[in-house]
Nanobody
Framework: DVQLQAFGGGSVEAGGSLRLSCAASGHGFNFDDYAIGWLRQAPGKEREGISCLANRITNAYYAHSVKGRFTISSDNAKNTVYLHMNNLKPEDTAVYSC???????????????????WGQGTQVTVSS
């Protein structure tokens, strides 16, 4: 199993920035063997995948709603994936979680059922 720990959420005004971190660990865990995704769930809405690093943590994928504003990156030495969120909007308010998948078809990174292990969520609140 993979253990994931997400942190870095907070409250910001619209137009502000935050960086979320997702630290991964586990017996025999090899960062290169997993896809790591960020998903979010806003109040009253379904959880949606917004970004993913796949294919040996080399290819990045983004949902249309965040493309151009959010950047996903990794520090392989630390087994950590980051989500840099810029120009935040009130509609970005949600609980953000990271999740891992040992294999992932990037076409489905937005679906939460493709991920096998999850970190706890971290709240992001954007005020107007």
């Amino acid at each position: 199993d993979v253990q994931l720990q997400a942190f870095g959420g907070g409250s910001v005004e619209a137009g502000g920035s935050l960086r979320l971190s997702c630290a991964a660990s586990g017996h025999g865990f090899n960062f290169d063997d997993y896809a790591i995704g960020w998903l979010r769930q806003a109040p009253g809405k379904e959880r949606e995948g917004i970004s993913c690093l796949a294919n040996r943590i080399t290819n990045a994928y983004y949902a249309h709603s965040v493309k151009g504003r959010f950047t996903i990156s990794s520090d392989n030495a630390k087994n950590t994936v980051y989500l840099h969120m810029n120009n935040l909007k009130p509609e970005d308010t949600a609980v953000y979680s990271c999740a891992s998948a040992p294999s992932l078809d990037p076409n489905y990174f937005r679906r939460d059922d493709v991920y096998s292990d999850w970190g706890q969520g971290t709240q992001v609140t954007v005020s107007s």
